[in-house]
C-alpha cells in the first residue's frame, strides 16, 4: 500500500551537510549545462559501441543490474504498461551479492507478464535490515532514497524477456537504459562493463548517445538537487532495527521512500 506524505510540514531544519550537498549540486548542474556535445560525441565515437542484444546488463547474474529511475521517467512506463507505480518501480535500497549457486537456470526463471508481476518479485529478507541500521527511523520505519525498477525473484529486471532477452518497455525505458553502457560522473565520460564497447559507431549515433547523455546527467542532477531541497531528516532510536525486524516478520513492513517529489510509504 501507497501513502504520499508530500503535504506534510517540515519539522527540522536542513542539516548543514545537506545545505552543503545542495550548493555543489547546484554548481555541477551550471557547469554540466556547458558541457560540449561535439566534444563528448567525439569520445564516444573514439571508444566505438555497438549493442550486443544481449541482455546481460538486465540480469542479475552479470552483476549489479539495479536500474534507478526518476519520478518522470516511472510515470512514463507506468502509462505504457497501466501498471501501478509500486508495480514498476521499488525502493532504491544496498544491493547484495548472490551466493555462489543459488542464481536460477534459465528453465528455473520465471517469466512475467504485465498482468502478473508481484509473483514473480524478489523479495526482502529481515538479515539484510541490518545493512540499513542508520537508514531507520525511532518507528522501525526503513529509508530509502529514490527508485529502482522492479526485479524478478532472480535478480533480473522485471521487463526482460525470458526468451529473446528483448525489454518490454523498450520505447519507455529508462535514461540509464537508454545511454548504457555511458554515463557521466563529475563531469567525465565514464563507461560500465560491456562486451559492445570497442565496436564502430557513426557519428551520428555518437552524437545521439552524446545528447541523451547530458540530457540525462542534467535531469538526473536535477531531480537529486530537488531531493535534497525537499527532504526532512527523521528521528532515529535505539529501538528502530529492532522493530523494523519485528514488523518483517509480522508482514506489516514499511519503506519510506524519498525522491524529487517528497516522500512516499510504503507498507505491506
Known amino acids: ?22 550548493v555543489d549540486l547546484k554548481k555541477e548542474i551550471e ?22 542484444h544481449c541482455g546481460k546488463c538486465c540480469r542479475r547474474a552479470f552483476g549489479d543490474n539495479r536500474v534507478a529511475v526518476i519520478p518522470s521517467e516511472i510515470e512514463r512506463i507506468r502509462e505504457y504498461t497501466d501498471l501501478s507505480k509500486l508495480e514498476v518501480a521499488g525502493p532504491f535500497v544496498t544491493e547484495d551479492s548472490i551466493p555462489d549457486g543459488e542464481e ?19 523479495s526482502f529478507s529481515p538479515d539484510r535490515l541490518e545493512y540499513f541500521e542508520d537508514y531507520i527511523d525511532c518507528e522501525g520505519k526503513v529509508h530509502a532514497f529514490g527508485w529502482i525498477l522492479r526485479r524478478k ?3 533480473d529486471c522485471i521487463f526482460l524477456e525470458r526468451d529473446t532477452y528483448k525489454c518490454r518497455i523498450y520505447p519507455v525505458r529508462p535514461m ?24 564502430p559507431i557513426s557519428i551520428e549515433d555518437s552524437r545521439k548517445m552524446a545528447e541523451n ?28 532495527l529492532k522493530l523494523a525486524k519485528k514488523s ?8 519510506i521512500v524519498h525522491d524529487s517529489k517528497g516522500s512516499t510509504e510504503i507498507s505491506g
Open 153 to 155: 525473484r532472480n535478480g
Open 176 to 199: 540509464l537504459c537508454s545511454t548504457y553502457p555511458f554515463y557521466i560522473e563529475e563531469l567525465k565520460l565514464q563507461t560500465c562493463e560491456c562486451e559492445g564497447l570497442g565496436s
Open 1 to 22: 500500500m501507497e501513502a504520499s506524505s508530500t503535504d506534510n510540514k517540515p519539522e527540522f531544519e536542513k542539516t548543514s551537510y545537506q545545505q552543503l550537498l545542495i
Open 104 to 122: 536460477e537456470s534459465e528453465e528455473e526463471r520465471p517469466e512475467t507478464s504485465f498482468e502478473a508481476l508481484e509473483e514473480n518479485e524478489e
Open 213 to 240: 547523455l547530458l540530457f540525462r546527467y542534467i535531469s538526473e542532477l536535477g531531480d537529486t538537487l530537488d531531493l535534497y531541497e525537499n527532504f526532512v531528516d527523521f528521528r532515529r532510536g535505539e529501538q528502530g
Open 31 to 52: 557547469m554540466a549545462r556547458k558541457l560540449d556535445s561535439e566534444k563528448l560525441a567525439s569520445e564516444i565515437q573514439k571508444i566505438g559501441f555497438s549493442c550486443q
Open 248 to 255: 518483517l516478520e509480522n508482514g506489516t513492513f514499511t519503506f
